[in-house]
């Protein structure tokens, strides 16, 4: 199987604070990788840098992503947008709240645009309706959620489902779920765990992140890493995440 | 001569298409009504000089176009709209007034527009301002409203060089409603002032106001908003906020929220904010692959909704939504088969 993506070496910043120090990480097709570590041990930062939020600065380092098509992009060196279009999806641990703009018009906008890229014509109205419900269903969203603002109102765990159905939306290759179990009762975490393994082929790859053990038991990871002060400590296979929920983090650190 | 050239170019260049299938309409040029009067039924619409005056019955529907130009004898030109809500809050008329200038050159107007609505009686008035973007345009608007009376007003700015709009709204007698919003969207060297005045004379009454602005370019706006309360005006309602998003680190909006309040058995608050558009959201949006630029219009756009969605008229409510979605693309947005040419 082909890599999808190769960090190698990356540094990262915040202010004059380095969080990120020196990661390395190659995640290949058909791989699902679970990252784990303390709080603050920067597995957050690891998901915005790689989605491109402008407020944490690469110091070092690079992230090389291939797409669906073979094509290699220095991941570093494009927008957000641009990232998205390529094939990255980042569901993040706290989903923004956008007052006055729909969730309908929000993934509208967005799906369209993904088309515009691949030089194909805006979805009509009734196609993008079609296909809203069918992803919907597989998060077990009511339909209802189309008309709110994106994430106003919705409790921890609605917030959650959103996140996977503007994964299932934009059917990335390469998805990263940063802590999507936090706040979720175990039926939301099955709804979410099937939403995501029913997304997974032997073509696209997902990066887990998580403190839990618990997610792991409905996503089964290959690989785990052991994030620990902004590098990766460990990497071993599934039953690593068991270990840690034995003996705890700092056995590793 | 001129009027006659004016009247028979007027299907060119005042046929806004608003598709509005019940809107009776008028066109006033440079303060005089041109035509429709006799296609107004049910309305009373008088024309006497620089003075209009129009009496609305149950259910009416009346665009009214309202069109300035810089014919060089009539400078400080001034016009006079009186408006009488006469129906029923049940069977309240709705009136949309489109105020635009004819060509490019800067000339000064001084409007005003009396309104009083009549007991028990209800109004919905929507103006909408799209102008040239060097002439100078002030609108005194005055309020009265009478016991159990109610109104509606929304201004919606779209374009314009130098505006001041004034609003001096009374809530005369007991139970009146007062419901004030406005949006302003300002680019370039525009300058869009807006003052509210609302007296609070008796009790009882609910007054809201809502303004928002969109300031891009070297832009200026100004809000002054008062809400004075008078002594004996027990239980009243009063709430005022504005809100303005700055798109140009150039562009300045000041705000000076005024809360003079007599009584004491009164519910009142106001709030002003002035802001730009929220990081985090932009890179949520980003994210999903919407690109920058349609990031920052879904917010814009989102954020002059609230205003807009007040509109209680749909097919206006509609057309104003598509209006400025295409003023914040920056497309030109004089409507459909429209030629006056005011951005
Ligand atoms: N905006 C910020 N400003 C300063 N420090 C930050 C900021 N964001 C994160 N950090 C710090 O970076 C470290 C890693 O945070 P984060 O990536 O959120 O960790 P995790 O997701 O593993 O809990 C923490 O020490 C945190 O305090
Ligand atoms: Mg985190």
Request: aromatic letters at 6%.
């Amino acid at each position: 199987m082909k890599n999808l993506l190769e960090i190698k070496d990356l540094h990262a910043k915040i202010g004059d604070k380095e969080i990120l120090k020196g990661i390395n990480l190659t995640i290949k097709q058909g791989e699902v990788h679970a990252i784990m570590g303390r709080n603050g041990s920067g597995k957050s930062t690891l998901s915005a840098v790689l989605a491109g939020n402008e407020n944490y600065i690469v110091t070092q380092g690079s992230i090389q992503f291939t797409d669906q098509k073979g094509t290699t992009y220095n991941l570093l060196e494009m927008s957000p947008e641009e990232r998205s279009w390529a094939g990255v999806f980042l569901g993040f641990q706290y989903p923004v709240e956008i007052p006055g703009v729909t969730n309908v018009n929000f993934m509208k906008t967005a799906v369209n645009e993904h088309r515009k890229q691949r030089g194909l014509e805006a979805l009509s109205a009734a196609e993008y309706l079609k296909m809203m419900r069918e992803k919907m269903a597989i998060v077990q969203m009511d339909p209802s959620f189309s008309s709110r603002g994106v994430n106003v109102g919705f409790s921890g765990g609605e917030k959650k489902r959103n996140e996977i159905f503007q994964m299932a939306m934009l059917n990335p290759s390469l998805a990263i779920l940063d802590e999507t179990d936090s706040g979720l009762d175990v039926d939301a975490l099955r709804i979410v765990a099937n939403g995501v393994n029913r997304l997974k082929t032997k073509d696209n790859a997902f990066v887990v992140i998580t403190h839990y053990q618990r997610l792991l038991d409905y996503i089964v990871p290959d690989i785990v890493h052991i994030l620990y002060k902004g590098k990766i400590v460990k990497t071993a296979g599934k039953e690593l995440a068991l270990e840690i929920e034995q003996k705890g983090y700092d056995e590793f650190e | 001569m001129d009027k006659l050239k004016i009247i028979d170019i007027d299907k060119e260049i005042f046929s806004c298409s608003v598709p509005l299938e019940n809107a009776q309409k008028a066109y006033i040029l440079n303060g005089v009504l041109m035509s429709g009067k006799e296609d107004i039924r049910g309305v009373q619409m008088v024309s006497e000089k620089k003075s209009i005056t129009i009496e609305t019955k149950e259910n009416n529907f009346l665009q009214i176009i309202n069109v300035r130009e810089n014919a060089v004898l009539r400078r400080g030109e001034e016009y006079c709209i009186e408006i009488k809500a006469n129906a029923l809050k049940e069977e309240k008329s709705t009136i949309v007034l489109c105020s635009h200038t004819l060509g490019d050159e800067r000339f000064s107007t001084k409007g005003k527009i009396n309104i009083v609505v009549e007991k028990e009686c209800g109004l919905e008035l929507i103006i909408m301002q799209n102008e040239n973007g060097v002439s100078v345009h002030n609108v005194d608007i005055d309020i009265e409203i009478k016991y159990g009376g109610s109104l509606k007003l929304n201004i919606i700015t779209l374009h314009g060089g130098h505006i001041t709009n004034t609003i001096n709204s009374v809530l005369l007698e007991e139970q009146a409603e007062c419901d004030l919003g406005g949006l302003y969207l300002s680019d370039r060297e525009q300058v869009i002032n807006t003052n509210v005045n609302v007296l609070h004379k008796v009790g009882g009454g609910i007054s809201r106001q809502l303004f928002k602005g969109i300031l891009d370019g070297n832009s200026k706006t100004n809000f002054n908003g008062k809400i004075v309360v008078s002594p004996q005006a027990q239980k009243t309602e009063a709430y005022q906020a504005n809100n303005n998003l700055l798109i140009s680190d150039r562009a300045k909006a000041t705000s000076n929220p005024h809360l003079i309040i007599y009584a004491d058995d009164v519910k009142c608050s106001h709030g002003a904010t002035i802001g730009t558009i929220g990081d985090e959201e932009l890179f949520y949006m980003r994210s999903r692959g919407i690109s920058l630029y349609e990031a920052k219009l879904l917010q814009q756009q989102a954020f002059a909704g609230a205003v807009l969605e007040k509109i209680e008229k749909k097919e206006l409510k509609e057309r104003l939504i598509g209006l400025v979605e295409r003023r914040l693309r920056g497309e030109s947005i004089h409507c459909q088969g429209c030629s006056t040419r005011c951005c």
